[in-house]
């Protein structure tokens, strides 16, 4: 593949119709990737028992990932606008292979923290980069091809904590050994999709890019992307009390054996990646501004009575508030990207790794909180916070 050209801004112009093989591709491996991370939290109470692990330390654990994986993606996004490297994104899933065979073998608190903190520069790697080859090859179809992108990785973080329970869990540490075959094939997959975003650079005329979509005062967009990090701040921290303790809550109030947790955490999963595919072609349709405003502020309803519900209706209102809720990032990310035309990576890189970063500490303190007042008392300060979704009434108007 020839080196890429500096002056291919913002990673060369996108497809002129939308290429479904592209789309379908980086949404698969997506699904591989997530599906990987996605063991780890649903492993926790194995690995809590078999290395001796505090709360605080789980939670130190999700941080370690949320933040390499954070940190990284908005340089990545940025330095990539400017200069593609299509081949990061299987050399990122490398350092993931990397990092899932450490988690393996670990046999302290220090390894277990590497192996995250590995598989979370994998991560910060390959989300700006996918993101931008998913617009790429939209057609102009943004939002349904940052959905179909995104899906994929919500599909894997549900198939996740089932893979766990099918494989992992009262099996023993070792069989996480058996995610590598997955990562391998993501890895494969990346090799062509990177050959392909080589060859569209190769064929776009030096110095073009895609045309400016907003026009808004530079002010009034910096307010708006204030406004869009307090909405994800506010969705991911909540999302984080329920991907990392759901299972935990489960135990602990219902007494519920770990393998049933699991499938109950599921379920939740499965009800993310659902209402994650609806929301950016209906914010195509309908206006993402409208999509991001119903997710967040009306999930608020159920988030708040869930703390107070039996089993049964907590595993109902679990999946409700997964589809309300996860149908706002794709339209976050759509809604940020055409905020700053021409900054496609790293806007990707900013929000995705907002979302690692605010999800790893918001697990992090809520580990603590955890081992001082309980785990219910995590679940019942969490549920006031999709309230904030009244701050979507503050975005700009745009033509979607």
Partial sequence: MTASNPSHASGSLPAQHTLLPILFSISFVHLLNDCVQAVLPAIYPMLK???????????????????????????????????????????????TLAGTGLLAVAGSFA???????????????????????????????????????????????????????????????????WCMPLVLAAVAVLAGVSRWHGRLLDATPAGTGVPAAQSLPQGRVLGALVVLAMLVFSKYIYMASLSSYYTFYLID?????????????????????????????????????????????GAAPFTLALPYANLFWTAVLSVIIGLVMSSAFSAIVVFAQELVPGKVGMIAGIFFGLMFGVGGIGAAAMGHAADVYGVGAVFRAASFLPLLGVLAALLPRQGR
């Fill in 49 to 95: 028992e078999e290395l001796a692990l505090s709360f605080t330390q789980v939670g130190l654990v999700t941080l370690t990932f949320q933040c390499t994986a954070s940190l990284l993606q908005p340089w990545v996004g940025a330095y990539t606008d400017r200069r593609p490297l299509p081949f990061l994104l299987p050399a990122g899933m490398c350092v």
């Fill in 111 to 177: 390894m277990l923290l590497l192996a995250a903190g590995m598989i979370g520069i994998g991560s910060s790697t390959f989300h700006p980069e996918a993101s931008r080859v998913a617009r790429l090859a939209s057609g102009g179809r943004f939002g349904f091809a940052q959905s179909l992108f995104q899906v994929g990785g919500n599909l894997g973080s549900a198939l996740g904590p089932l893979l766990a329970t099918l494989v992992i869990i009262g099996r023993g540490q070792g069989r996480i050994a």
């Fill in 253 to 297: 109030r219902f007494a519920v054996t770990a393998d049933s947790a699991s499938l109950y955490l599921f379920l939740f999963l499965a009800a993310v990646a659902a209402g994650t595919f609806a929301g950016g072609p209906i914010g195509d349709r309908i206006g993402r501004k409208r999509v991001i405003w119903f997710s967040i502020l």
